[in-house]
């Protein structure tokens, strides 16, 4: 079940596109003004996010331009107003996957939908190395640094971080860990993974208590933002 963020502040629009959108099979989680969608965005595992340009607080442009500054690569369609031409384009320079005018036909609302979570990037696989933030991935030597300095992490830390890195921005469930990360044979449970997690969260994020990196995807597993 793909997890969507609706940012608007129309509240006759946000029952609709909910309704709508949770009866054709999404999870939708609703934010009523930019600072808000932010915060929630960056902070949490989206599978997409719709975004209104006309916001309270902060508006919806504002607000993708600090998402991608921030790393996150989230698909993002921008709900805009009609004759708001000079916001759809600098939307889409700003990194916007797609847009729609409102007001809209909920049809082509939907296929905009389908296809951006079709044609979803997956990350590639690492092959000497990787950064996010301070910390550096060499691969091939199995080493870690976080602003240049060493990094200790397990061989089960290290595993998980891989298998994380290999599959950014998808949401990975604790049994597909277990089963891709420990192996078929072992037989940890899945509080195993979380306990790993947290471990690894200690040491890579700089706020282990509010992850920017590896988040968590309540009731379903773990996501990679990094």
């Given at each position: 079940m793909k997890r969507l963020l609706l940012v608007e502040d129309e509240p006759g629009l946000v029952l609709t596109l909910r309704d709508r959108l949770t009866r054709e099979g999404y999870t939708v989680d609703t934010s009523a003004d930019g600072e808000s969608g932010l915060e929630r965005a960056a902070g949490e595992a989206?599978?997409?996010?719709?975004?209104?340009?006309m916001l309270p607080r902060i508006n919806g442009l504002d607000v993708l331009r600090e998402l991608r500054k921030r790393g996150i690569e989230t698909p993002v369609i921008m709900l805009t107003a009609k004759g708001q031409v000079a916001d759809k384009v600098v939307g889409l320079k700003l990194g916007a996957d797609d847009y729609v005018t409102k007001p809209f036909e909920m049809m082509e609302l939907l296929a905009r939908i389908e296809a951006k979570l079709r044609r979803a990037p997956i990350a590639p696989h690492p092959v000497d190395g990787y950064q996010f933030?301070?910390?550096?991935?060499?691969?091939?030597?199995?080493?870690?640094?976080?602003?240049?300095?060493?990094?200790?992490?397990?061989?089960?830390?290290?595993?998980?971080?891989?298998?994380?890195?290999?599959?950014?921005?998808?949401?990975?469930?604790?049994?597909?860990?277990?089963?891709?990360?420990?192996?078929?044979?072992?037989?940890?449970?899945t509080r195993t993974v979380d306990v790993h997690v947290a471990w690894l969260r200690q040491k890579i994020e700089p706020n282990s208590r509010h992850p920017q990196y590896v988040l968590t995807v309540h009731g379903m597993g773990y996501k990679f933002a990094g």
């Open positions: 989206f599978d997409l996010v719709l975004l209104d340009v933030g301070d910390v550096r991935i060499d691969f091939r030597r199995a080493e870690v640094t976080r602003a240049g300095e060493p990094l200790e992490l397990s061989a089960r830390e290290f595993q998980l971080l891989k298998y994380f890195i290999e599959h950014r921005g998808a949401t990975l469930t604790r049994e597909e860990l277990l089963n891709e990360v420990w192996g078929y044979n072992s037989m940890p449970s």
